[in-house]
């Protein structure tokens, strides 16, 4: 057996730690059958902990506190059941950043104007040993040491709720410094601090007037002596090159102004150190690079650039010309009629501009926008065959992975792959397009489970959850954008949005086994269904104030995408009593009264019940969500009720062909429905449909991301008239859950996947699906095949952890870790699908 390296909280580069106590986690390689751990010990600081515990996942720090900038080496090594230990891991170096108001001397600057461009000069001695660059910005910002771009960061220091939380970001730049004199410079932008936000024109500088820096430089020298520069009232300011940049409608580059002059001096700027906050996950970064697929030329003439893919970054031209002359670049998710479509990008210009400079070649990206796009245009001097697409988003690491024997199904997987990509920049967005972009509460609340299997988002998602707490008003309430640029209109309790600050939480408990990120939230968690109840009164049911309901039914009218088939109540105080009874099991894992939660649960469930369903189980509405809510959420009282909503369920499913009958919050609980009672038949024949509405309509249209409306482009190859359209939103890509869990068949069945439920389903004409997870405690992965009258499936099981089986026509059955081959009968229906008890 052997150990990885042990990681810091969920970073990959704990370089500027924000944590003074952070947790580790290990990860245990053994191919040893049914391999455990019986304790621990950790070595750090030339101090060794001998901890008799079988935990690996965010175990607690055994030492001191780190202190500010301390950097520490860290081993660990395991012993099994039988008493062996195994060899020391690979050491693991983390170093603290700056924890405290008191540890900064640097203070912000702002230029006095309009000015970009800022440098200070610094003289360094010989002998560096090390140096750190800790930098923010109200803006977004680039940093130079003597004139090389420090860090690989887009967009820092990213988007947060700005009035609370202020991130900065840790460098190591001793390789840059040189003896003598250095300059060390920056470039300020508007990004989300002051540029424009928000839809219908939308409301600039939502968070200040001014753009400002602040940067300090810690050098440590081989005696051992620390000098620090940092922003301050000797550093000067010019104009730049940009002459415009927006998040919507791009960037504007004038190349003959990258000499700047006319420097003068900053204004220092008065701005709350105790803000300020170290990441929690990993930077957004340049993660690819995609080439034309096609250069074609539209009806009027304009050249047209296919990436064949629809992502999120921006264009990296090549130009060759004159001064003064001009590449112009819009960007579109699809074409209409052989020209871009830029309808949908509503007020965004999506446009950027480069000037040209007048040199022999000159390569030009911009610096802080981005757009969604797989359409652009080019005009002026570029040769459209130079041009690449930089993808851009956090830079999370892929964690799970599915294929199966249906080609339409595995490009549907893959479009929610790219949507998750596209829409996870620095914070989960709606859309990454047009004059929106915001961090709906609602359309990560229903995609959570899918994201954490994809990627390693717990880092990330920790960062919006600050936020989201921050930002929750007095009463409970939670904003349904976070960070919140709406403001008060936006700040209302409305089912599956505010229930994110529920049940976001409890995902990510349940797919990282972060208990610690459960106890930080705890708190908004019980404020926020405090409220609902209140608002419930003492009838318990949720049935008043403004709600989305089931938003984007496919029935509802392009111009009313909240008036679904369901009605509003139900969908309100079915998530009520879901959410209650969420805070009854948090508050169990914390140790905390659970009581009044369960009991009020069971209150709005019996309320829901009494108003709602009929004696025999109809719900009221008849409605796909309305009964797949009532199912999942465990609404119906009696056997013969679930029994009726399951097959009632399935019936109205197939009176409307089997296509979709569901809307953002119905979609994620639909087939999870269908399966739970009995009626996996049902669900794949909805998964498979391929005329509109369907999920894989959209494949066979040609889409490479999810869209927001099922009929985001009609049939005839035109967009949907309606206002609000995108091509890249992850939303109804909810059901790669169900793939990864049922199809697959991998699901947690404990926190973190402790212990890990093995449970596929297979149905219609597949013969084959494979789901491959980086659970924390390793790879685990189930693959089946079928043959006429055979089910074969592979399972590995990570060392530590164990398995509960389900297969087809078998009795469960528990498994330890280790790699697995069954072979079992198969006859087609699995007949434990049975309906509910």
């Known amino acids: 057996m052997d150990i990885a390296a042990p990681r810091f909280e969920h970073l990959d580069?704990?370089?500027?730690?924000?944590?003074?106590?952070?947790?580790?986690?290990?990860?245990?390689?053994?191919e040893s059958p049914g391999w455990r751990q019986s304790a621990y010990e950790i070595s750090a600081r030339g101090e060794r902990v001998l901890v008799e515990s079988a935990e690996s996942v965010l175990v607690p720090?055994?030492?001191?506190?780190?202190?500010?900038?301390?950097?520490?080496?860290?081993?660990?090594?395991?012993?099994?059941?039988?008493?062996?230990?195994?060899?020391?891991?690979?050491?693991?170096?983390?170093?603290?950043?700056?924890?405290?108001?008191?540890?900064?001397?640097?203070?912000?600057?702002?230029?006095?104007?309009?000015?970009?461009?800022?440098?200070?000069?610094?003289?360094?001695?010989?002998?560096?040993?090390?140096?750190?660059?800790?930098?923010?910005?109200?803006?977004?910002?680039?940093?130079?040491?003597?004139?090389?771009?420090?860090?690989?960061?887009?967009?820092?220091?990213?988007?947060?709720?700005?009035?609370?939380?202020?991130?900065?970001?840790?460098?190591?730049?001793?390789?840059l410094l040189r003896p003598g004199s250095n300059t060390l410079g920056a470039i300020l932008a508007e990004g989300w601090y002051r540029g424009r936000l928000g839809f219908q024109g939308g409301t600039v500088a939502v968070y200040g007037e001014r753009l400002a820096l602040l940067a300090q430089l810690e050098i440590t020298y081989a005696d051992g002596t620390v000098q620090r520069y940092g922003t301050g009232p000797d550093w000067q300011c010019a104009p730049g090159p940009i002459l415009a940049s927006g998040i919507y409608d791009g960037e504007t580059h004038d190349a003959r102004l990258r000499t700047p002059t006319g420097w003068r001096p900053v204004d220092p700027l008065e701005h709350d150190l105790s803000t300020l906050v170290a990441p929690t996950g990993?930077?957004?970064?340049?993660?690819?690079?995609?080439?034309?697929?096609?250069?074609?030329t539209s009806p009027s003439g304009q050249t047209i650039l296919d990436f064949g893919q629809n992502l999120v970054g921006r264009l990296r031209v090549t130009a060759r010309g004159q001064a003064g002359e001009r590449v112009v670049l819009r960007h579109a998710e699809?074409?209409?009629?052989?020209?871009l479509s830029i309808r949908p990008l509503r007020t965004a210009a999506a446009t950027d501009v480069y000037i040209l400079r007048g040199d022999p070649e000159e390569v030009w990206e911009p610096r802080f926008t981005f757009h969604g796009?797989?359409?652009?245009?080019?005009?002026?001097?570029?040769?459209?065959?130079?041009?690449?697409?930089?993808?851009?988003?956090?830079?999370?690491?892929?964690?799970?992975?599915?294929?199966?024997?249906?080609?339409?199904?595995?490009?549907?997987?893959?479009?929610?792959?790219?949507?998750?990509?596209?829409?996870?920049?620095?914070?989960?967005?709606?859309?990454?397009?047009?004059?929106?972009?915001?961090?709906?509460?609602?359309?990560?609340?229903?995609?959570?489970?899918?994201?954490?299997?994809?990627?390693?988002?717990a880092g990330m998602l920790t960062s919006w959850l600050a936020d989201l707490a921050a930002e929750q008003a007095p009463s409970g309430a939670v904003p349904v954008v976070v960070p919140?640029?709406?403001?008060?209109?936006?700040?209302?309790?409305?089912?599956?949005?505010?229930?994110?600050?529920?049940?976001v939480p409890w995902t990510l408990f349940q797919r990282y086994g972060d208990a610690g990120l459960l106890e930080r939230q705890f708190p908004s968690m019980r404020r926020y269904v405090d409220h609902v109840a209140e608002l419930a009164g003492d009838g318990r049911l949720w049935d008043g104030g403004y709600q989305f309901g089931d938003w984007l039914d496919p029935a509802a009218p392009p111009d009313k995408p909240g008036d679904g088939r369901t009605p509003k109540e139900v969908v309100a105080t079915a998530y009520l009593a879901h959410s209650?009874?969420?805070?009854?099991?948090?508050?169990?894992?914390?140790?905390?009264?659970?009581?009044?939660?369960?009991?009020?649960?069971?209150?709005?469930?019996?309320?829901?019940?009494?108003?709602?369903?009929?004696p025999?189980?109809?719900?009221?509405?008849?409605?796909?969500?309305?009964?797949?809510?009532?199912?999942?959420?465990?609404?119906?009282?009696?056997?013969?009720?679930?029994?009726?909503?399951?097959?009632?369920?399935?019936?109205?499913?197939?009176?409307?062909?089997?296509?979709?009958?569901?809307?953002?919050?119905?979609?994620?609980?639909?087939?999870?429905?269908?399966?739970?009672?009995?009626?996996?038949?049902?669900?794949?024949?909805?998964?498979?449909?391929?005329?509109?509405?369907?999920?894989?309509?959209?494949?066979?249209?040609?889409?490479?991301?999810?869209?927001?409306?099922?009929?985001?482009?009609?049939?005839?190859?035109?967009?949907?008239?309606?206002?609000?359209?995108?091509?890249?939103?992850?939303?109804f890509g909810a059901v790669a859950d169900w793939l990864h869990r049922v199809v697959a068949g991998i699901a947690p069945a404990a926190p973190g996947y402790r212990r890990i439920l093995l449970s596929p389903r297979p149905g219609a004409d597949l013969t084959y699906a494979k789901a491959t997870l980086r659970t924390p405690y390793g790879t685990a992965e189930l693959s089946w095949t079928l043959t006429k009258n055979t089910m074969t499936t592979n399972a590995v099981i990570p060392p530590n952890t164990t398995a509960l089986v389900t297969l087809p026509h078998t009795p469960p059955f528990e498994i330890q870790s280790g790699t697995y081959h069954w072979t079992t009968p198969w006859t087609g229906r699995d007949s434990t699908d049975n309906p509910p008890r």
Not at 101 to 127: C, I, M, N, S, Y
Not at 582 to 604: M, R
Not at 606 to 612: I, K, L, N, R
Not at 686 to 699: D, G, I, M, T
């Open 373 to 457: 796009f797989r359409y652009a245009s080019v005009e002026g001097p570029v040769d459209p065959a130079l041009v690449r697409a930089v993808v851009c988003h956090t830079d999370m690491e892929r964690t799970g992975h599915f294929e199966c024997s249906d080609a339409l199904v595995n490009r549907l997987h893959e479009n929610v792959v790219w949507s998750m990509r596209g829409n996870f920049l620095d914070l989960p967005t709606d859309c990454p397009q047009r004059d929106e972009r915001l961090g709906w509460t609602g359309d990560l609340q229903v995609f959570t489970p899918a994201a954490a299997f994809l990627h390693d988002c």
């Open 580 to 614: 209650a009874k969420v805070v009854a099991e948090a508050a169990a894992v914390l140790g905390q009264d659970a009581g009044p939660y369960t009991a009020l649960s069971a209150q709005v469930r019996q309320a829901f019940a009494d108003a709602y369903v009929s």
């Open 13 to 30: 580069e704990p370089l500027g730690l924000g944590e003074s106590r952070p947790r580790l986690s290990w990860i245990i390689n053994s």
């Open 282 to 296: 990993p930077p957004v970064r340049r993660t690819r690079e995609l080439t034309p697929v096609e250069i074609l």
């Open 616 to 731: 025999e189980g109809m719900v009221l509405g008849d409605s796909a969500t309305g009964y797949a809510l009532a199912l999942r959420f465990d609404l119906l009282p009696t056997r013969e009720q679930r029994v009726f909503a399951g097959e009632r369920l399935a019936r109205v499913l197939a009176d409307g062909g089997h296509h979709i009958a569901t809307g953002f919050l119905g979609t994620p609980e639909v087939c999870d429905a269908l399966t739970e009672a009995g009626q996996v038949e049902a669900a794949y024949r909805l998964l498979l449909q391929r005329e509109c509405p369907s999920w894989l309509y959209a494949v066979t249209m040609g889409a490479t991301t999810i869209w927001e409306r099922w009929d985001s482009m009609l049939p005839d190859g035109t967009v949907n008239p309606g206002e609000m359209t995108s091509f890249n939103h992850y939303a």
């Open 484 to 503: 919140n640029v709406l403001g008060e209109r936006a700040v209302i309790a409305a089912a599956g949005w505010g229930d994110a600050a529920v049940l």
């Open 334 to 339: 699809v074409l209409e009629a052989g020209e």
């Open 61 to 175: 720090w055994p030492f001191a506190p780190l202190a500010a900038r301390e950097r520490v080496e860290v081993g660990v090594r395991v012993r099994d059941a039988e008493g062996a230990w195994s060899d020391w891991s690979p050491p693991a170096v983390a170093e603290a950043g700056l924890l405290a108001p008191a540890d900064w001397t640097a203070r912000f600057v702002a230029p006095p104007g309009e000015e970009q461009l800022l440098r200070g000069e610094f003289t360094v001695r010989p002998a560096v040993a090390s140096a750190r660059l800790y930098a923010t910005a109200l803006g977004v910002y680039e940093i130079e040491l003597n004139g090389v771009t420090v860090g690989d960061h887009v967009m820092a220091p990213g988007w947060t709720s700005y009035t609370h939380r202020l991130r900065y970001q840790t460098y190591d730049v001793t390789t």
